[in-house]
């Protein structure tokens, strides 16, 4: 079957975005009077949002002032240092082309806030490509919650056997099945470590296999 409707997360699925957001976090901590911490443990934090992101960085030490002094602080960093280390992930600009050729519906459903994601995805020549960008700010709840993608269903009126979540992370995952459609995951991102736990229908190690999936030009099915 084909899909019409491809749903991406971001951070880690489109985009290299990590070393950014470790810089940003230790920032932050800086900011609060706490040493940094190692890039890899903030990376396992990444996935829930800008606040879940600085609240597990600081600690359950932390009071709440302190994580919102240093979620203020991170995001005016994070404005004037979101594109200093950020760049696609191989083969992303091709796998776009190829499927908005194929007139294929693209949408960005992220965690991230949605300023800093359309920005992003305008800086980094993507935004031709994609119909819709929400973030996790755009609704009343965040993936894994499926508001998000039940209301892109809806909205560009693709029903669910005809659309497909991609994302490098268990929320990804388990926002496609609270949604009741397949999902895709990628080993390339931010945590595919968490793909264990919660298995996706298809699993590629390249997206550029992600063309065959959606077009339907070859089987796509992995267990």
């Known amino acids: 079957m084909r899909f019409d409707l491809v749903v991406f997360d971001l951070d880690g699925t489109l985009i290299d975005s990590k070393l950014d957001l470790a810089l940003s976090v230790n920032a932050a901590r800086t900011h609060a009077g706490m040493p940094p911490l190692d890039h890899d443990l903030i990376y396992s934090y990444v996935g829930n949002g800008a606040p879940t992101l600085i609240r597990r960085s600081l600690g359950l030490e932390a009071s709440q002032q302190q994580v919102d002094s240093a979620l203020r602080f991170f995001y005016e960093y994070y404005q004037d240092h979101m594109l200093d280390n950020t760049v696609l992930y191989p083969g992303v600009q091709q796998v776009l082309d190829v499927l908005s050729n194929e007139k294929c519906i693209l949408a960005i459903l992220t965690n991230k806030p949605v300023r800093f994601s359309s920005l992003l995805v305008e800086k980094l020549g993507l935004a031709e ?61 931010l945590q595919p470590e968490t793909l264990i736990d919660s298995p996706p229908e298809i699993l590629v190690d390249d997206i550029h296999e992600l063309v065959a999936i959606v077009t339907n030009r070859a089987p796509s099915l992995s267990q």
Do not use: W
């Open 129 to 189: 490509h994609f119909r819709r960008i929400y973030g996790g700010n755009s609704f009343n709840s965040k993936k894994p919650d499926p508001q998000g993608l039940n209301h892109l269903m809806v909205e560009l009126a693709i029903p669910k056997d005809r659309t497909i979540m991609v994302g490098d992370s268990a929320v990804d995952i388990q926002t496609a099945c609270n949604a009741g459609i397949v999902s895709c995951g990628v080993t390339y991102g």
